[in-house]
Nanobody
Framework: QVQLVESGGDLVQAGGSLRLSCVAS????????MAWYRQAPGKQRELVAG???????TYADSVKGRFTISRDNAKNTVYLQMNSLKPEDTAVYFC?????????WGQGTQVTVSS
């Protein structure tokens, strides 16, 4: 059973920074595609950033240049560095792991950006 635990969410002022972490309790973490999603109240969950087993990354247009996804396979951890935060970044941020067969989700961490 794969478990994902996110942390790092907080209340921050616009223009500030946060770093989210997601620790995965899983064997062979390095083969998983890892991603961060977010869901704001009344909106659908959306992809924020993803990183492949080889380190390739993808970002939503709305966060390009501000957010950086990275992974540390030795620590079974994926990170999301968020800079220049905006009020519209306010959401619950979820970590997802995919091993080609199924998706696994964390419980989410709240990020609130005040104006």
């Amino acid at each position: 059973q794969v478990q994902l635990v996110e942390s790092g969410g907080d209340l921050v002022q616009a223009g500030g920074s946060l770093r989210l972490s997601c620790v995965a309790s899983v064997n062979f973490f390095s083969i998983y595609f890892m991603a961060w999603y977010r869901q704001a109240p009344g909106k659908q969950r959306e992809l924020v950033a993803g990183i492949t087993s080889g380190g390739g990354t993808t970002y939503a247009d709305s966060v390009k240049g501000r957010f950086t996804i990275s992974r540390d396979n030795a620590k079974n951890t994926v990170y999301l560095q968020m800079n220049s935060l905006k009020p519209e970044d306010t959401a619950v941020y979820f970590c997802k792991a995919n091993n080609r067969y199924r998706d696994y989700w964390g419980q989410g961490t709240q990020v609130t950006v005040s104006s």
